[in-house]
């Protein structure tokens, strides 16, 4: 893959090849970071994921399982370097939002210190919107205001060098990151600052969240910007860590147990066709798990095409984190628990079937309960499992009554 130039009037930005999407080529857009280190957008990461059971990384096949949180750091930090495309790419995809009714997190912009503070989340209602121009929504947003056309080579080198040490935190020791490692939750830590008692799991320091799953892997794409963005700084950082652990060699707590990482990981594997209350292609709006295996708990009171629900341990937990999808949820919300027949389960698998049978691109998995109540419709892309082992996922209700009937999960083309 090479450097991606783009032309925008009198305008040119010449995008570096790790922030090129490995998915659609573009700009990497509301970037997400998988546990295997590797970045894509949050719409592609979304729409590569399988509906039956673990995903796994475009890139380089590493399983996975949550859907993980856009990382605010690097959304901020890449609207800095390419204002101009990323402006671009957030015209281009909140046109598709509303043409879809599903919308990305919205961002509040005077929350660009990437804290994780849920705060910084607007949730904005599209749904009462009435204006289909996006501009109109977009107003007061970074760069909303900017035409391309004024957005001249001076507007670049000024957005460029804005970026500064201090958009590149370590959460924890609040220097220069090294060797950052991002969370299923989207807070970003220097490697090192990184601690885990043995027997217990990963827990963000920031929003007490669990990553599950293991250790996550050093961001590269990240590091060697910081190393060649901040050279003096990265060096600095990476002096003072070694001398701290020649300093730590026979003291050094714990960092990570393989153990403590199997904690919360039930899906079904890529060779697992028999697990049973698996609710196909619903997610878990909080710790992004999908698909749901066991409880699974849907809001009665969301309106979103795209729900909100809830696997158990989270609804358990009484989880107060915002929706993956920008959507208006409340603490005062209720819920209903969705409960899986065995006939329901064979029509989901064959429904599932006859989709990737017709349509080898995409497809669009519907909740017939919700759809009742609300047209829930979540996109779903259906590629042949065995040999690409990506499809869709959708964090949408999409697969069963909350009595535990038998309802119809319908699907549908998109182009």
Not at 144 to 158: G, H, I, V
Request: net charge negative.
């Amino acid at each position: 893959m090479e450097d991606l130039t783009l032309h925008d009037g009198i305008a040119s930005e010449e995008i570096s090849e790790p922030f090129q999407c490995c998915v659609c080529l573009d700009l990497l857009y509301k970037p997400v970071v998988l546990s295997c280190g590797h970045i894509s957008c949050f719409w592609c990461v979304h729409k590569s994921m399988d509906l039956l059971r673990e995903s796994h990384c475009p890139l380089c096949r590493h399983p996975y399982s949550h859907f993980p949180v856009i990382c605010q750091m690097l959304h901020f930090l890449l609207l800095k370097l390419y204002p101009v495309a990323y402006n671009r790419r957030e015209n281009q995809i909140l046109e598709e939002e509303i043409e879809t009714g599903i919308y990305s997190p919205q961002f509040n912009a005077q929350a660009s210190n990437h804290s994780g503070d849920p705060a910084s989340l607007s949730t904005v209602d599209f749904e009462s919107t009435t204006s289909s121009d996006p501009s109109s929504i977009r107003k007061g947003e970074p760069c909303a205001d900017m035409e391309l056309s004024n957005c001249d080579s001076q507007c670049q080198e000024k957005k460029y060098l804005q970026v500064s040490v201090a958009d590149v935190l370590c959460l924890a020791c609040n220097q220069l990151l090294f060797r950052p490692i991002v969370l299923n939750c989207g807070h970003v830590y220097c490697e090192s600052c990184i601690i885990v008692p043995a027997g217990e799991m990963l827990k963000c320091q920031v929003c007490q969240t669990l990553h599950p799953r293991g250790f996550p892997k050093v961001c590269l794409a990240l590091d060697h910007l910081l190393e060649e963005r901040f050279l003096k700084e990265y060096m600095l950082r990476r002096d003072a860590l070694q001398l701290k652990q020649v300093d730590l060699k026979h003291e050094r707590p714990t960092i990570y147990s393989i153990e403590s990482g199997k904690q919360g990981d039930n899906l079904p594997r890529s060779s697992d066709r028999r697990s049973k209350n698996v609710h196909v292609g619903v997610g878990c709006d909080s710790c992004g798990i999908l698909p749901i295996v066991g409880d699974r708990y849907r809001c009665k009171d969301c309106v979103e095409k795209i729900g909100f629900d809830l696997c158990g341990d989270c609804y358990n937990t009484q989880s107060k984190l915002p929706g993956r999808f920008n959507q208006q949820h409340t603490p005062d919300h209720k819920f209903d628990i969705v409960k899986l027949s065995k006939t329901h389960i064979l029509h989901n698998m064959l429904r599932l079937v006859a989709v990737r049978l017709e349509d080898n691109s995409t497809a669009i998995l519907v909740d017939a309960d919700a759809s009742e109540d609300s047209g829930s419709e979540s996109p779903s892309p259906a590629l042949p499992s065995d040999s690409q082992e990506n499809a869709e996922s959708s964090s949408a209700p999409t697969v069963a009554s909350a009595d535990g009937g038998e309802d119809q999960t319908g699907f549908h083309s998109t182009t």
